[in-house]
């Protein structure tokens, strides 16, 4: 296999996932290409310790700076608070790297668009994270909509669903603070999963009403101190999209104060012919409509039937570290050329596009009405 050398930007909860995603790259059985991990950047030194336990990594820095020097990395992955995007992104391909960056790509819409642009300016190739659609029951529903069999689109529903925030005791952290979140609060978290899929069918809202909430105004910080929480922490976007020419209704839900959820991404797609419905809260089934004199709800275990074929049995789950994996597979097989039809990680375009419905999203709120994307 070819070896691609990697280098980290932010060794946290992210950070650590992707570090052991690679460690276990032995499970692929149909890629070419290999990350190896060589360089992780982060500010806290018992942060970048972790990573002292992966043999291939020969730079740890709190710089990163140092990490964009070193001619041993060719591609990065970022994965730090959204106010940090816009600048790390640039500066990364500015570097002459290549980049997988962490969603919500850039803080705003403004920033997100101007880090397009240094893409475009650098003609580096760039993909947005969201790994969730690599779940086997997310790529089905996506072939679904995309055979034409369901007939006329009549209502889909995309969303992200977790409970964590209903812990009034949870100390508060950058995600809870506008400054360094964004001003969109769980848009900017939660939303580019919820608005993957729907956008690479090309189901991009053409206008939308929205509905945001917040949840805690405070929360301690862990050191005996109450702080400020101030970002929006559930949203609901009713959104029109045009499919096949007709107006269809899509609602984007995106929670972090959703009773007993942890982390429920999930989808459905209804037609006049048929209808499919997926959530990771139930891994591997996958319910199919079907129309008739008798109409039916199937329901299938789908097993590890993931894009990129794997070692693992074909009766075993997936889960959440599988479709990381998986998304890495993407990003880099597509970087050789070499993905073959199979399903795409999200563009920079896609990034932008998801920004542009969270700042509709925002103005809807704000003034109550509904808002025309451009
Ligand atoms: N794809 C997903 O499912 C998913 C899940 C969670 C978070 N995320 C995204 O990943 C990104 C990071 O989130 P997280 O949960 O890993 O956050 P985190 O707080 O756990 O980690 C962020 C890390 O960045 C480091 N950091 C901050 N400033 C830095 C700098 N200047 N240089 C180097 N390191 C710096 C921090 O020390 C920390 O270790 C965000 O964009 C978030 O939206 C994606």
Redesign the pocket.
């Known amino acids: 296999m070819k070896k691609i050398r990697i280098g980290i930007?932010?060794?946290?909860?992210?950070?650590r996932e992707i570090a052991s995603a690679f460690s276990r790259w032995c499970a692929l059985t149909d890629v070419t290409v290999k990350p190896v991990l060589v360089a992780v950047?982060?500010?806290?030194p018992e942060?970048l310790a972790w990573f002292e336990r992966i043999d291939s990594v020969t730079l740890l820095t709190?710089d990163?700076r140092e990490l964009l020097a070193s001619s041993e990395v060719d591609v990065v992955y970022v994965?730090?608070?959204?106010h940090?995007?816009e600048s790390?992104y640039i500066d990364v391909l500015r570097a002459g790297k290549d980049l997988l960056a962490?969603?919500?790509f850039g803080m705003d819409l403004g920033s997100a668009r101007r880090i397009l642009a240094a893409v475009q300016e650098t003609g580096r190739f760039v993909r947005c994270?969201?790994?969730?659609p690599f779940f086997p029951g997310g790529q089905r529903a996506l072939a679904m909509a995309q055979s034409g069999k369901l007939g006329r689109v009549l209502e889909v529903v995309s969303g992200f669903h977790h409970s964590s925030d209903l812990d009034a005791s949870k100390p508060a952290?950058?995600?809870r603070v506008s400054a360094m979140c964004g001003e969109g609060g769980v848009l900017?978290?939660l939303g580019m999963?919820a608005c993957h899929i729907p956008l690479r069918l090309g189901w991009r809202p053409s206008r939308l009403f929205a509905q945001l909430q917040k949840g805690f105004s405070q929360r301690p910080d862990g050191k005996g101190n109450m702080v400020p929480c101030d970002t929006w922490d559930n949203a609901l976007l009713h959104t029109w999209i045009v499919v096949g020419g007709v107006d269809v209704p899509m609602r984007l839900e995106m929670k972090r104060l959703a009773p007993g959820e942890t982390n429920s991404w999930f989808i459905e797609i209804l037609g006049t012919e048929g209808g499919v419905r997926f959530s990771t809260a139930d891994p591997k089934a996958l319910h199919v409509f079907e129309g008739g004199k008798e109409q039916w709800w199937k329901r299938t275990d789908l097993g590890f039937s993931t894009p990129f074929k794997t070692v693992t049995g074909g009766i075993f789950e997936v889960g959440f570290a599988d479709v990381i994996q998986q998304m890495w597979a993407a990003f880099l097989m597509e970087r050789e050329g070499l993905l073959d039809g199979r399903f795409g990680c999200a563009t920079p375009e896609e990034a932008v596009a998801s920004h542009e419905v969270f700042a509709a999203a925002l103005q809807s709120h704000l003034r109550g009405t509904v808002v025309t994307l451009g």
């Open positions: 930007i932010g060794g946290g909860l992210m950070g950047a982060d500010l806290v942060t709190r990163y994965a730090v608070p959204h940090l995007h790390i962490e969603k919500p994270s969201s790994e969730m952290n950058w995600k900017n978290d999963h």
